[in-house]
Nanobody, 122 residues
């Protein structure tokens, strides 16, 4: 069983930065690819970024490329999402997920956190 807890969300002005963290419990975490998704009000949950279990491979949504960086520290059982140059359209609840591959599809992820709110003001 894997449990995921996100933190680091908050209110930031456009152009600012936030670093999200996701701490996992469960000894299988180190072998699982991890991802970040987000869901804005009235919209579908969408892929943001993913990272392989060893950290060597990453994938990003077009909207995240060049601004967001996903990383992980398996010793601390934590995955991070560094978000720079934030825009109002990045406002959403951000979810951490653990799954079976570096995938952009929600259904490929088996475990989800409760989410952390990110609000970017203009």
């Amino acid at each position: 069983q894997v449990q995921l807890v996100e933190s680091g969300g908050g209110l930031v002005q456009a152009g600012g930065s936030l670093r999200l963290s996701c701490v996992a419990s469960g000894r299988t975490f180190r072998t699982k690819p991890m991802g970040w998704f987000r869901q804005a009000p009235g919209k579908e949950r969408e892929f943001v970024a993913a990272i392989s279990w060893g950290g060597a491979s990453t994938s990003y949504a077009e909207s995240a490329k060049g601004r967001f960086t996903i990383s992980r520290d398996n010793a601390k059982i934590t995955v991070f999402l560094q978000m720079n140059s934030l825009k109002p359209e990045d406002t959403a609840v951000y979810y951490c997920a653990a799954g079976g591959g570096i995938s952009t599809e929600r259904d490929d992820y088996n475990y989800w956190g409760q989410g952390t709110q990110v609000t970017v003001s203009s």
